[in-house]
């Protein structure tokens, strides 16, 4: 394992870049923008809603990447099984906050907080399914072992995300399809929604990576130790061996 490490001043950056245009977002979505004729003023949860659900699949997707990179022998590193663990557990978080912010817009929209609606059905698995791969990754095995199982089961997990995306066109749903669409010039928001979701994207981006890069350098540390525990336990053991052949 190489001895990387992302810089203590990158976290910096991207914490106070997060602070900087979280203040800018908080500030248009609760001021600047208006509310809606439709949702009223809960359409001010576009600033976090649609940024935390894309960025869910980006840490999973980050994941998937990682995992493929790790099963192929030809760029089989420790790092990439590191950085699809923490990229996965940052994705668990930004997938529950993306049902949490749903729910709270859904109930004054729909009348209810939860719904077995198709694309609500299949993030709720998503969820499930991440949960279950950061499980597994507390199971004891070897690190190749572990590894490996762990990558095939993120690749499997994965495949949820095309079906949550494209669940709104696929089958008849509660929940609204893309408030953008440069292909459709009558799907668009005015000036104030636009730059308040920019905002939401650019700061929970830099939260996003801040996370990423600290659970990362965690992930290392964390090998690191169970490698010196596993040579620690394996002198011992020699030792023992060479005090019964002594005896």
């Known amino acids: 394992m190489t001895s990387f490490t992302p810089p203590r001043w990158l ?7 997060a602070v900087a245009f979280g203040v800018a977002a908080a500030v248009d979505g609760l001021w600047v923008m208006g509310p809606t004729a439709e949702q009223g003023d809960y359409s001010r949860l576009l600033v976090v809603h649609p940024p935390v659900a894309t960025l869910a699949y980006a840490g999973f997707g980050i994941t998937a990447l990682a995992s493929i990179l790790y099963l192929v022998p030809r760029t089989r590193r ?3 099984d590191l950085l699809a ?3 996965a557990e940052v994705g668990v978080v930004f997938c529950g906050l993306t049902l949490i912010t749903g729910s709270i817009w859904g109930r004054p929209v729909w009348g209810v907080w939860w719904t077995w609606d198709a694309r609500l059905t299949a993030e709720a698995l998503l969820f499930a399914l991440f949960l279950g791969y950061l499980a597994l990754r507390r199971v004891p095995a070897s690190p190749h072992v572990r590894a490996r199982r762990c990558a095939i089961a993120a690749l499997i997990a994965v495949l ?9 066109s696929w089958w008849q749903t509660l929940h609204q399809g893309s408030s953008i669409d440069l292909l459709q010039p009558d799907k668009h928001l005015d000036t ?11 700061s929970l981006s830099l939260a996003f990576a801040w996370l990423l890069v600290l659970r990362y350098r965690v992930e290392k540390l964390e090998a690191r130790y169970e490698d010196q525990a596993l040579t620690v336990a394996l002198e011992a053991r020699h030792a023992e061996g060479r005090v019964e052949v002594g005896v």
């Open 11 to 17: 976290t910096t950056a991207l914490f106070l870049g």
């Open 192 to 202: 104030a929604h636009n730059v308040g979701l920019a905002l939401g994207f650019i």
């Open 85 to 87: 663990g923490a990229s």
């Open 160 to 168: 949820d995300i095309p079906i949550v995306h494209y669940a709104t």
């Open 78 to 80: 420790r790092e990439w």
